[in-house]
């Protein structure tokens, strides 16, 4: 079998602000107190009206492959995460790759919530050490939530965002993946979703009237130890599998959402808080894309540097949940762009 390793990653977030004041002005109600201190999120970046998740998904892209130095024409496949895609079909990333014009790579799009970019780049790994067609695959998350809020709706107004990451995922003689493991919980489905346009659901003129089932609705809370709890099981069973304990990692990366959960869960598994990466701050909530979103914005401040163990945990609606860890190889610190 090959080893993979990250050769280059890159991120993209729209020009739009929307600051935590603005909300508070279109809901009537001040949410900066709750929205900063609680969530982290002080403001966030959304599509402009004619931008759209391929958009977004294009500018990580060739941000990650001119980091890792290569062309489209290198690729052998690349893979989309994302659960707000560009239509019901054909697939987001068949529309990158025709913007790519990538001649040699395959591609198809993967669904898992915001747990997406992790199950993109554990499948990205086990190409590529299964198959020796696989050497070079482009994994991007991309999220474009806010086509799908109602922005009445302060439970998910407050949060939602859109960016993208991308990492380009490469054959290599030294181990940078090291271990993953996902984890699911079906009876939570119906806790959160855009539950009309699909074939479930069509959308229809009575569906648009409503306004309610064609965007992001939280239906039923979701237990505080899916988290709390679900985030030190998985990493320490992650660890665990590659010989390693807690201490050892240099880097945490979780997911964006709740910047109070972040300091409870490295709390409760004994790490400084210094030791983990956040930007929700800055870009608010942008799901399947918050991770390599945050990866690649912490290899651009510094954070990263030669054989350090990074360890990235993602959680979100369906419910799907995922951790991996990995040994950092590419070349770092690099300057912001």
Known sequence: MYEAAILGTGSYAPERVL?????????????????????????????APDESTADLAENAARRALDD????EEDLDLIIVATDTPEHIS?????????????PRAGTFDLNSGCAGFVTALDTAWKYIRADERYERVLVVGAYAMSKFIDYRDKKTATIFADGAGAVVVGRSTLPGVLASELYADGSLAPGMGVFAGGTAEPITGEVLREGYRNRLRFVQKYPTAINEEGWPRIVRSVLGRVGHEVPD???WLWTQVNLSTIRMVMDRIGEPMRKAHTVMHKWGYTGSACLPMALDDAARAGRLRAEDLVVMTASGAGLSMGCLALRWHSPSPREAV
């Open 19 to 47: 600051t935590n004041a603005d909300l508070s002005t279109m809901l009537g109600e001040d949410i900066d107190e709750f929205v900063a201190n609680t969530l982290g999120i002080r403001e966030r970046r959304v599509c």
């Open 68 to 71: 890792a130095g290569i062309t």
């Open 90 to 102: 054909p697939a987001t990333s068949s529309v990158l790759h025709g913007r790519l014009n990538a």
């Open 249 to 251: 990692v240099d880097l």
